[in-house]
């Protein structure tokens, strides 16, 4: 079913491109804004001006991106071939791309997150921004908490202290690679306030794909820490 689903979408595409992008765009933007607005409303008291710090600065970051999309697409159209469509696609393309690979606002955010939050001093630590969720008892996860702060590596443990809560990882059960700067742990929580499976990025570079000597550095650490003594 799903993949008859995904062949008619497809072809949907191809006879009818403006009105399926549009369609696409818009359940892809409803579906963000429904899981921002289920985050915030699970969002601890004290962790809400962090979030709230987070989305504006992922705004500005898309914003940037925009711009830089349009900038890059328009001078392909001026000194190189001035085709329209080949301009809307290079403002996709190059937008899409800055959005995934720059991150213009990450010395911004940990700037602001230290200011409100006395930064924690360890031999090796990163800044990260670390999201909890409980498994559903239908579908996908669902949020706990979005806490940013200090993931370090102290004394063969893997520990993040952010600005309302402390995470040591303990009872994982699994560590995934989700990206170059990304990190799943899943583990074995009791209580409804305590997440079951983290999702850590790492907010240290402006290229987020130059994190994965670090994320494989802490992938490792979580490993070994999985493992029993």
């Known amino acids: 079913m799903i993949e008859l689903a995904s062949v008619l979408f497809i072809l949907l595409f191809f006879v ?80 899409a791309i800055s959005l995934r690979w720059f991150d213009f606002t990450h010395n911004l955010y940990r700037l602001l997150i230290f200011k409100l939050k006395s930064q924690d001093t360890f031999t090796t630590s990163y800044f990260a921004v670390c999201q909890g969720f409980r498994e559903r008892d239908g579908f996908g996860l669902a949020p706990v908490y979005t806490n940013a702060g200090t993931l370090a590596l102290e004394n063969n443990r893997v520990v993040f202290k952010g600005m309302f809560r402390e995470e040591n990882f303990t009872h994982i059960t699994r560590v995934e690679r989700k990206s170059s700067e990304k990190i799943k742990i899943f583990s074995k929580q009791n209580g409804l306030k305590n997440a079951e499976v983290f999702l850590i990025t790492l907010k240290e570079k402006f290229y987020p794909f130059k994190s994965r000597h670090d994320r494989d550095k802490i992938f490792k650490q979580l490993v070994r820490q999985s493992q029993p003594s």
């Open 16 to 95: 009818f491109p403006l009105p399926a992008f549009a369609a696409s765009l818009g359940l892809f933007t409803t579906w963000n804004l429904y899981k921002k607005y289920e985050s915030f409303r699970t969002q601890p008291t004290e962790g809400k001006k962090s979030m709230i710090l987070g989305t504006l600065l992922f705004l500005i970051n898309f914003i940037c991106s925009i711009f830089l999309g349009a900038a890059l697409a328009f001078a392909v159209y001026y000194f190189i071939f001035a085709n329209f469509y080949l301009f809307i696609f290079n403002f996709l393309f190059c937008s």
